[in-house]
């Protein structure tokens, strides 16, 4: 039962044209240069509460509006509550806790005087290496799409306009600003756009573009996306803004982009300084409304889709909806049920989960993310929590009095400052640029002894930046990726150049401590963990990565040396249980030495109550693969083909179709690491007298779940549709079709009622550009993943009322 108190707005406005003659009226009444203030976003220098803002028209009586980042919590204010990467929320199965998910987001975003929040994120898992896959939430449409639809009621049910982005085909983040997707449009249809739909009919406030281009055209100015689609066949009556920077041009405004959202500026702008316009909806779209190049029925349209919707929200009554206080304990208790419901039991030899904390006599704790909590992602969704207990000191909590408990890092992150020769110049640290100043603060050579693999390190306060060694791929260092940035890299023995550029706020001056981790230092770190765990009766072992904006993953390996920390602790202590704070799929090359694996990915600000519970038996693992993990990174959906990933001269292919995810391991007969859909439990399910009924509508898959063991626990009972008979297309071997969670105690039975809607049943047809009923006797197949297969039925697709 959650404790958190919601504001009594009830759910948000079901007519999405309310407001709208209200709007049209307004925006007749406006000066032109008003009309140009709504579409662009505006920045302010001095109030940290409005950094993104619209003005409004105060004459009028139409309010300011202001806009914040926030898929896993409100980060224009620090600190805010830090619930689980959205990536665990979707590995929930769980649309009722989507909804208080986003009911936490709503609220804060309101107590903390925002209107409109950048969120959710809906992009497909297309590639395993993404850096924002921590941040989206499934390879599967289906899922994506209740998941998303569940979020938004919840956030806009407490008033707060939600933003569903990245529209559309923006599943990389090498090259995202360059990069020109080919897409087919029956792929695009079926695997991308689902998401998008659901946030539609969810009433989603707005829809942010991406950077990519579409099929040559820039999806910030792509016709087809923009109205075509967007408008026409889904029915969006909100507005579009862009991603920071992301619109091309001035007549974005006549394919269907509203709104540009980035300030084009090469320095940081002071307190109060002045803050340019929008680069394409700014001056250079009044000099084009004024000389007839863009109509000014294109601006008035943008504009009034931008007020109809603040009206749909209240904010142009006379009295605006009351802003609530925040509920700090109530945000923090739902963010640990998402951590608990969406953490995935990947492996559990013996049944050494949960662990006995009466029997637990010596228990080593391993890894750097047991002592320093890691809470979220990193880039514009990073939050800094209210508060984050470290999981060692939950874990701590649990044991009996007289319990042995040991720690060691096992991966040094921070390591030690560089010594003065080994930087040419020399570099001593701390403040390197006053408020508002950017530039290059560092340019020299590093000088490294023997080849191997380094950490190198940096803290920032009051800036970001990024490092770049022999002119490689930079290193984004700032207060958005963490307090502490830590990267792997090979070195050869030799100098190395080194440029460090960076950029300070506007209100204090920024400052960089440069560090790194020499490979002796790496070893050392090894060894002592190694020692603590042959010390001890059980070994946990804490495993990061660092999934973030900007960039992908260069592996789908650990970072740094910590499989090989992992291999190291499994040889001296057979009974090692593995906790993975990851954004994503990651290789296991160590699986097979672990007695067990919990996937808690990024947890939130309750991570470590939350892992201590599971790990103790507390609470019940209730996750299941939102994604599939790869047996290597040899066998994904991209891997070796360079067209389909990072691109070929600029251009990504998505040749592989609509056999992306689970449905490409099917097709290509390979076998996953983890299949989609896959999750243990500490109790067991059985599934039994099942039944198929078409309906008018869909189909209805009626199933008796057992619990047949000796604990309360949830399983995701999922339904897969099997391919058309009748189809002279490529189709998915299977594809889910619908599931539900279900929560049983020991020995209880129910029988559950899944209904298939009629879309599962349907195809894209391009010719025809339209959803066409793919006919015959199809499978229909029920299971605990998409590897788990437990019971098989048909339905007959094109005959209404026809029992399988």
């Known amino acids: 039962m959650t404790v958190l108190a919601l504001v009594n707005l009830g759910a948000a406005p079901a007519a999405p044209n309310r407001g709208?003659?209200?709007?049209d009226r307004l925006v007749a009444q406006m000066t032109l240069d008003e009309k140009l203030s709504f579409v662009h976003w505006d920045y302010d220098t001095k109030d940290a509460t409005a950094k993104i803002f619209l003005p409004g028209v105060p004459r009028l009586g139409i309010p300011k509006v202001r806009a914040t980042d926030g898929p896993a919590g409100v980060t224009i204010h620090r600190p805010s509550v830090a619930l689980p990467a959205p990536v665990g929320l979707a590995s929930s199965f769980d649309a009722s806790l989507a909804e208080k998910y986003g009911q936490v987001l709503g609220r804060e975003g309101r107590a903390f005087g925002q209107?409109?929040?950048?969120?959710?994120?809906?992009?497909n898992i297309r590639v395993p290496q993404a850096g924002r896959n921590f941040e989206t939430f499934s390879e599967d449409p289906l899922l994506t799409g209740r998941t998303a639809a569940a979020q938004i009621k919840g956030i806009q049910g407490q008033g707060l306009m939600a933003t569903v982005k990245h529209y559309a085909a923006n599943t990389q983040e090498n090259n995202r600003m360059g990069v020109d997707v080919k897409v087919d449009e029956r792929t695009l249809q079926e695997i991308e756009l689902p998401g998008f739909e659901a946030a539609v009919k969810a009433g989603s406030a707005s829809v942010m573009c991406a950077y990519p281009k579409v099929n040559g055209e820039p999806a910030c100015g792509n016709g087809n996306l923009l109205t075509d689609i967007l408008r026409e066949q889904l029915g969006f009556q909100g507005w579009v803004t862009s991603d920071w920077m992301a619109t091309q041009s001035t007549d974005a405004l006549t394919k269907g982009l509203d709104q540009e959202l980035g300030i084009d500026v090469a320095v940081a702008i002071p307190p109060g300084g002045q803050v340019p316009?929008?680069?394409?909806?700014?001056?250079?779209?009044?000099?084009?409304?004024?000389?007839?190049?863009?109509?000014?029925?294109?601006?008035d349209r943008a504009v009034s889709r931008i007020?109809?919707?603040?009206?749909?929200f209240g904010l142009l009554d006379e009295k605006q909806p009351p802003r609530p206080a925040r509920d700090v304990a109530g945000g923090t208790k739902v963010a640990e049920e998402v951590a608990e419901s969406g953490a995935v039991l990947l492996r559990n030899q013996d049944r050494t989960l949960p662990l006995d904390a009466a029997a637990t006599d010596r228990l080593a704790v391993i890894g750097p993310t047991a002592k320093t909590p890691k809470v979220t992602g990193l880039g514009s969704s990073y939050v800094i929590p209210d508060a984050a207990t470290a999981p060692l000191d939950a874990i701590a909590k649990k044991l009996r009095p007289g319990a042995q408990l040991s720690y060691a890092e096992g991966e040094d992150l921070a390591g030690e400052t560089i010594?003065?020769?080994?930087?040419k110049p020399a570099f001593t640290g701390g403040k390197v640029l006053d408020p508002a100043e950017s530039g290059v603060v560092y340019d020299g050579t590093l000088t490294v002894d023997k080849a191997g693999l380094y950490r190198i390190a940096a803290r920032v306060t009051g800036g970001n930046g990024a490092i770049q060694i022999d002119g490689g791929e930079p290193i984004s260092i700032g207060e958005v990726f963490g307090k502490l940035t830590s990267v792997p890299l090979n070195l050869t023995a030799g100098t190395h150049t080194v440029k460090i550029s960076a950029g300070a706020?506007?209100?204090?001056?920024?400052?960089?401590?440069?560090?790194?981790?020499?490979?002796?230092?790496?070893?050392?770190a090894i060894d002592s963990a190694v020692a603590a765990a042959r010390k001890a009766s059980t070994a946990v072992v804490f495993a990061y990565d660092d999934g973030a904006e900007g960039s992908d993953r260069t592996s789908l390996s650990l970072p740094g040396r910590q499989d090989e920390l992992i291999r190291a602790v499994t040889a001296v202590n057979p009974r090692t249980v593995v906790v993975l704070n990851t954004g994503s799929s990651i290789t296991m090359p160590w699986l097979e030495g672990t007695r067990a694996v919990l996937d808690m990915w990024y947890p939130?600000?309750?991570?470590?109550?939350?892992?201590?519970?599971l790990l103790f038996g507390d609470a019940e693992p209730g996750g299941r693969l939102s994604q599939t993990f790869p047996a290597s990174e040899q066998a994904t959906p991209v891997a070796g083909d360079p067209e389909r990933y990072p691109g070929v001269n600029g251009v990504v292919r998505q040749s592989e179709g609509i056999h992306t995810g689970y449905r490409w391991y099917d097709h290509k007969d390979v076998k996953p690491l983890f299949p989609f859909g896959y999750g243990l439990s500490y109790t067991s399910f059985g599934y039994e007298n099942h039944a198929v009924k078409r309906t008018a509508d869909g189909f209805d898959v009626d199933v008796t779940v057992r619990n047949t063991g000796a604990r309360a626990g949830s399983d995701v009972v999922q339904v897969y549709l099997g391919p058309s008979p009748q189809l002279r297309l490529d189709q998915a071997e299977k594809a889910l079709a619908g599931y539900q969670k279900v929560r049983l105690a020991p020995g209880e039975s129910r029988r559950v009622r899944i209904h298939v809607a009629e879309r599962a049943l349907q195809y894209w047809d391009t010719t025809a550009d339209a959803w066409k009923l793919a006919g015959g006797r199809r499978s229909v197949l029920v299971g605990a993943s998409s590897g788990d297969i437990r019971l098989t039925a048909a339905v007959a697709a094109d005959r209404p009322g026809r029992t399988g």
């Open 115 to 123: 209107d409109v929040l950048f969120a959710p994120m809906v992009n």
């Open 20 to 23: 709208e003659s209200r709007a």
């Open 277 to 299: 316009g929008g680069k394409y909806f700014g001056d250079t779209l009044k000099k084009a409304v004024t000389d007839g190049a863009v109509p000014v029925a294109a601006l």
């Open 604 to 613: 939130g600000q309750a991570g470590a109550e939350a892992t201590a519970d």
């Open 505 to 524: 706020v506007v209100d204090q001056p920024m400052t960089l401590d440069l560090r790194w981790v020499t490979p002796a230092k790496a070893q050392e």
């Open 307 to 312: 007020v109809g919707q603040m009206g749909r």
């Open 419 to 423: 010594p003065a020769a080994a930087l």
